[in-house]
């Protein structure tokens, strides 16, 4: 089955910094990407995605790439703010075959130094 | 739109006894999941139904675990008996479909003592 990596698992920079957040996937069939982001004691929320015909997709501050062939994807927060301070998950499914569960990473949490 | 309801948001029970939790998901929202979140972790899917039907239970621990969605709506997922280690956050999610955003429930917290 799939197997998410994520790095790191916590994460500090300070506001109006950058941050990057990487994952790594074992499945070559994967073609879909979520991002969640998930504050303490919430739900997860989706903050961006990208499938697996699409190199990068950008949100405001929030942008993600993805290299199919290395299998690995990225979230990039520009400018952060205090309330981008929560866990983030990436993700990794298969869509098109009945099955689209997602396989999760162990979370980075970031933190957002005033 | 309403979002996903899941009920109770908390749980003692101690080992060995049964517990169940119950998922409304979004109205019309034909794919249901239920994920395991253990403290620090991200969540593990447990199971898919598409409509009524299971799509994906190869993760379920079926001696213990079980789950139903009559109807094609409500779902329930039952633990029996408990281990210590289920001690975890149980997510309901719910989408349109294959590839759709999948929006997720508050959560059940359970303890196992």
């Known amino acids: 089955g799939e197997n998410v990596e994520q790095h790191p698992s916590t994460l500090s920079v300070q506001e109006g910094d950058s941050a990057v957040i990487k994952c790594t996937y074992s499945d070559s069939a994967s073609n879909y990407f979520p991002w969640y982001k998930q504050e303490l004691g919430k739900r997860p929320q989706l903050i961006i995605d990208?499938?697996?015909?699409?190199g990068e997709k950008k949100d405001q501050r929030i942008a993600v790439t993805l290299n199919k062939t290395a299998k690995h994807f990225s979230l990039h927060i520009t400018e952060t703010q205090p309330e981008d301070s929560a866990v983030y998950f990436c993700?990794?499914?298969?869509?098109?075959?009945?099955?689209?569960?997602?396989?999760f990473g162990k979370g980075t949490h970031l933190i957002i130094q005033p | 739109e309403a979002g996903v309801a899941q009920s109770p948001r908390y749980k003692i029970i101690e080992k060995r006894q049964s517990v169940a939790f119950w998922c409304n998901p979004i109205s019309g929202h034909a794919t249901l999941y239920w994920y395991q979140q253990i403290l620090g972790q991200g969540p593990k899917l447990l199971i898919q139904f598409q409509n009524n039907g299971v799509v994906d239970d190869s993760q379920l621990p079926k001696d213990r675990f079980s789950a139903e969605r009559l109807k094609g709506v409500d779902s329930t997922l039952k633990i029996q008996p408990a281990k210590l280690e289920d001690s975890a956050v149980y997510l309901c999610?719910?989408?349109?479909?294959?590839?759709?955003?999948?929006?997720f429930g508050q959560g059940t917290r359970l303890t196992v003592v």
């Open positions: 999610a719910s989408s349109y479909g294959q590839g759709r955003e999948a929006f």
């Open positions: 993700a990794a499914s298969w869509v098109g075959g009945g099955a689209d569960g997602l396989t």
């Open positions: 990208i499938r697996s015909n699409v």
